[in-house]
Nanobody, 114 residues
Framework: QVQLVESGGGLVQAGGSLRLSCAAS????????MGWYRQAPGKQRDLVATITSGRSNYADSVKGRFTISRDNAKNMVYLQMNSLKPEDTAVYYC?????????WGKGTLVTVSS
């Protein structure tokens, strides 16, 4: 089992920045993809960004504003969020893929006020 704990969420004004962190622990052998997803109230959970072997992928809605990074030595993944918009308000979930098994954190709430 892999445990994921997110941190860094909070309340920020539109145009502001936040940095989310996710720490992975437990039975970690070879994590493939690490990523962030988000779920706004009443909506489905959507991909925000993923990173695999240094290659990153972003949802169109966050391109140019968000940056995903990972520290393999620390089993951490980060999401730097700049120029935040009210529509970025959601619970942000960390996700990792190891040996075709998906693991999820419990999420961290990001609220962007207008």
């Amino acid at each position: 089992q892999v445990q994921l704990v997110e941190s860094g969420g909070g309340l920020v004004q539109a145009g502001g920045s936040l940095r989310l962190s996710c720490a992975a622990s437990g039975r970690i052998f070879s994590i493939n993809t690490m990523g962030w997803y988000r779920q706004a109230p009443g909506k489905q959970r959507d991909l925000v960004a993923t990173i695999t072997s240094g290659r990153s992928n972003y949802a169109d809605s966050v391109k140019g504003r968000f940056t995903i990074s990972r520290d393999n030595a620390k089993n951490m993944v980060y999401l730097q969020m700049n120029s935040l918009k009210p529509e970025d308000t959601a619970v942000y979930y960390c996700n990792v893929d190891q040996w075709a098994m998906n693991y999820w954190g419990k999420g961290t709430l990001v609220t962007v006020s207008s």
